[in-house]
């Protein structure tokens, strides 16, 4: 199931930092213990995945540590016992190689600014659960309304319709008159007196075949060889993402959330990708 989404928020970093102002570091991956010392700070503190650092600090490795470190377009590993500024690791000036690694480092950052914000009262969404049904989400403007469910062809001729009071529907795809590489359009509208309707949103069908090939961009990048078994699974989920299947990067990014539910970075990106979809209440519900 391909699922194409007219709601989008930038993912361009409009971060309104000062052109002198250094671009903070992300810590996407971390084993060991880490230590962290703010510039013009005496005392270290220990930093876990997820955490966001000055690029002026230091950060100390125990020999049996490692780190995953995202910056400016770049990414960097370090290993083994040793100390260094984090300006050592990314300097200014440095090149920036545009792949599969560059996009998924825009998407770290863009999660660490993006978690806290749409406030758009007609955003929907559909999602899927199994390979024979989709789920369809929307959130809830103010009031106690019933909900209108559509699904259309590009013609404009009705294939499904529905009331509800939920602010979700399974749809089984089963007996449904859906085809493979059609794109089929959705919305929802409110049922009092001052109707709202949602967005019209997209969705398609697609083949094994063609999600096999979307996740394969994340596998072709030279981090993913080198990254441990979560890490991996949220560059499936953006690589997902970005070739429109937003479904399926929903269930990656639930499963590896549950495999790993203490993992700040995880959870940040999982918060980011409903963000993304104009779903603040999805995105508060998995960052907690």
Same mark, same amino acid.
């Given at each position: 199931?391909?699922?194409?989404?007219?709601?989008? +928020?930038?993912?361009?970093?409009?971060? /309104?930092?000062?052109?002198?102002?250094?671009?903070?570091?992300?810590?996407?991956?971390?084993?060991?213990?880490?230590?962290?010392?703010?510039?013009?700070? %005496?005392?270290?503190? $220990?930093?876990? !995945?997820?955490?966001?650092?000055?690029?002026?600090?230091?950060? $100390?490795?125990?020999?049996?540590?490692?780190? !995953?470190?995202?910056? #400016?377009?770049?990414?960097? %590993?370090?290993?083994?016992?040793?100390?260094? !500024?984090?300006?050592?690791?990314?300097?200014?000036?440095?090149?920036?190689?545009?792949?599969?690694?560059?996009?998924?480092?825009?998407? /770290?950052?863009?999660?660490? +600014?993006?978690?806290?914000?749409?406030?758009?009262?007609?955003?929907? @969404?559909?999602?899927?659960?199994?390979?024979?049904?989709?789920?369809?989400? @929307?959130?809830?403007?103010?009031?106690?309304?019933?909900?209108?469910?559509?699904?259309?062809?590009?013609?404009?001729?009705?294939?499904?319709?529905?009331?509800?009071?939920? !602010?979700?529907?399974?749809? #089984?795809?089963?007996?449904?008159?859906?085809?493979?590489?059609?794109?089929?359009?959705?919305?929802?509208?409110?049922?009092? /007196?001052?109707?709202?309707?949602?967005?019209?949103?997209?969705?398609?069908?697609?083949?094994?075949?063609?999600?096999?090939?979307?996740?394969?961009?994340?596998?072709?990048?030279?981090?993913? %060889?080198?990254?441990?078994?979560?890490?991996?699974?949220?560059?499936?989920?953006?690589?997902?993402?970005?070739?429109?299947?937003?479904?399926?990067?929903?269930?990656?990014?639930?499963?590896?959330?549950?495999?790993?539910?203490?993992?700040?970075?995880?959870?940040?990106?999982?918060?980011?990708?409903? +963000?993304?979809?104009?779903?603040?209440?999805?995105?508060?519900?998995?960052?907690?």
């Amino acid at each position: 199931m391909k699922q194409v989404i007219t709601i989008v +928020m930038v993912l361009c970093l409009g971060l /309104s930092l000062q052109a002198q102002q250094l671009m903070p570091v992300v810590l996407v991956n971390a084993n060991g213990k880490i230590c962290y010392q703010s510039p013009g700070q %005496k005392k270290k503190q $220990e930093v876990i !995945t997820g955490a966001v650092l000055k690029r002026n600090g230091r950060v $100390e490795l125990p020999a049996n540590a490692s780190v !995953t470190m995202y910056c #400016d377009g770049n990414f960097v %590993k370090k290993s083994g016992k040793q100390s260094f !500024t984090l300006l050592e690791a990314f300097p200014e000036g440095a090149k920036i190689k545009l792949d599969f690694d560059h996009d998924f480092g825009n998407y /770290s950052m863009a999660a660490i +600014m993006m978690v806290g914000g749409s406030n758009d009262k007609r955003d929907g @969404w559909g999602t899927i659960d199994d390979p024979k049904k989709i789920r369809f989400y @929307w959130s809830k403007p103010a009031g106690n309304e019933d909900y209108h469910f559509e699904i259309r062809d590009k013609a404009n001729q009705l294939l499904m319709e529905k009331t509800l009071k939920d !602010t979700f529907l399974v749809v #089984d795809l089963k007996g449904a008159a859906f085809k493979t590489g059609v794109k089929y359009d959705w919305w929802v509208t409110t049922t009092g /007196s001052q109707a709202i309707r949602s967005n019209t949103l997209s969705f398609e069908l697609g083949t094994a075949t063609e999600r096999d090939e979307a996740i394969k961009m994340a596998e072709d990048g030279s981090l993913y %060889k080198e990254s441990p078994e979560e890490l991996k699974r949220v560059m499936e989920a953006v690589s997902l993402e970005l070739d429109g299947w937003f479904e399926e990067a929903s269930r990656k990014y639930d499963t590896v959330q549950k495999m790993h539910p203490n993992n700040e970075y995880v959870k940040l990106m999982h918060a980011a990708f409903w +963000m993304r979809c104009g779903l603040q209440p999805k995105a508060r519900a998995v960052y907690k």
